[in-house]
T-cell receptor, first 116, second 117 residues
Framework: DQQVKQNSPSLSVQEGRISILNCDYT??????FLWYKKYPAEGPTFLISISSIKDKNEDGRFTVFLNKSAKHLSLHIVPSQPGDSAVYFC???????????????FGEGTQLTVNP | SAVISQKPSRDICQRGTSLTIQCQVD?????MFWYRQQPGQSLTLIATANQGSEATYESGFVIDKFPISRPNLTFSTLTVSNMSPEDSSIYLCSVGDVSARRAYEQYFGPGTRLTVT
């Protein structure tokens, strides 16, 4: 049961254009969403997050949009740069309590390639 | 964010043997987690490493196969026991801190690439 899905395994865009990465989820208990970037031979790097009480969060070139009714979120990167080429993972969390921490459920990842 | 290191960075092991992976954090953290990323797949949570008590395992993972230690707030180990080729994966530790405003966010170590022959 894949609760977090990234249906596009790869995306290729030109430098300077917008990259849009999509993510869908099925569990209505998820209340926090995160995007991670992963380069080969490195661990995932936290990029940006959004709480379910918001529909948009922006940080520099990165914006995450959340559509709760559609159970869909997207990451926009503008303008895209060649250094953005990496695998992007969407993750979701349903808080289990103050002392138990938060369990992250990850999507399959999307390989973004930004061409110069 | 915390600086997280893992040892070893990679290893090639024979089936039937065990490997212990270490995760060291440069500051005290409340939560530590262990994930697995099998080839071509996403990250899957193995267990939450609890300081001073037994780890909490996710469905499909058991203590006999993946024993975990968490002796203090900066260190944890994951052992992959009686390995088979299906255990070939990248193993990652992550940390989170429920005391922080961003309690849901986790930060990952560089990973340990394990190949079982």
């Amino acid at each position: 049961d894949q609760q977090v899905k990234q249906n596009s395994p790869s995306l290729s865009v030109q430098e300077g254009r917008i990259s849009i990465l999509n993510c869908d989820y099925t569990n209505s208990m998820f209340d926090y969403f995160l995007w991670y970037k992963k380069y080969p031979a490195e661990g995932p790097t936290f990029l940006i997050s959004i709480s379910s009480i918001k529909d948009k969060n922006e940080d520099g070139r990165f914006t995450v949009f959340l559509n709760k009714s559609a159970k869909h979120l997207s990451l926009h990167i503008v303008p895209s740069q060649p250094g953005d080429s990496a695998v992007y993972f969407c993750a979701a969390s349903a808080k289990r309590g103050e002392t138990s921490g938060s369990r992250l459920t990850f999507g399959e990842g999307t390989q973004l390639t930004v061409n110069p | 964010s915390a600086v997280i290191s893992q040892k070893p960075s990679r290893d090639i092991c024979q089936r039937g043997t065990s490997l212990t992976i270490q995760c060291q954090v440069d500051s005290q953290v409340t939560m530590m987690f262990w994930y697995r990323q099998q080839p071509g797949q996403s990250l899957t949570l193995i267990a939450t490493a609890n300081q001073g008590s037994e780890a909490t395992y996710e469905s499909g993972f058991v203590i006999d196969k993946f024993p975990i230690s968490r002796p203090n707030l900066t260190f944890s180990t994951l052992t992959v026991s009686n390995m088979s080729p299906e255990d070939s994966s990248i193993y990652l530790c992550s940390v989170g801190d429920v005391s922080a405003r961003r309690a849901y966010e986790q930060y990952f170590g560089p990973g340990t690439r394990l190949t079982v022959t």
